[in-house]
Nanobody, 135 residues
Framework: EVQVVESGGGLVQAGGSVRLSCAAS????????IAWFRQAPGKEREGVSC????????YYADSVKGRFTISSDNAKNTIYLQMDRLKPEDTAVYYC????????????????????????????WGQGTQVTVSS
């Protein structure tokens, strides 16, 4: 069974840093593109970052580019999201998602979950971890 479990959230001051972890089980990291999504109260869900371990590619939303870094540890079967220079608007529940759709071309980036039968196998979501950035 494909499972992902997030950890590492918490309360941090603006300008600070947090590292989130996503422990994967039931699959290897190179089996899927793995992404981080976030959702804040009253806001739409946003694809924040994505990694393809097979070809070592990574993707970032414009809102976090230059501040967040996604990485992998194949030995630990774990994905990380290093979040630096945090802003209050980064406050959200962060979710790790296995089998995401990640694409970038001509300056545009798309990070989407696979939901619905048209995708074949749907994405697998973790339970989420809260990150709160105080001003």
């Amino acid at each position: 069974e494909v499972q992902v479990v997030e950890s590492g959230g918490g309360l941090v001051q603006a300008g600070g840093s947090v590292r989130l972890s996503c422990a994967a089980s039931g699959f290897k990291l190179y089996d899927y593109e793995i992404a981080w999504f976030r959702q804040a109260p009253g806001k739409e869900r946003e694809g924040v970052s994505c990694i393809n371990v097979r070809d070592d590619s990574s993707y970032y939303a414009d809102s976090v580019k230059g501040r967040f870094t996604i990485s992998s540890d194949n030995a630990k079967n774990t994905i990380y999201l290093q979040m630096d220079r945090l802003k209050p608007e980064d406050t959200a529940v962060y979710y790790c998602v296995a089998n995401a759709f990640c694409w970038a071309a001509r300056g545009e980036t798309k990070i989407l979950p696979k939901s619905g039968s048209s995708w074949g196998q749907e994405s697998s979501w973790g339970q989420g971890t809260q990150v709160t950035v105080s001003s």
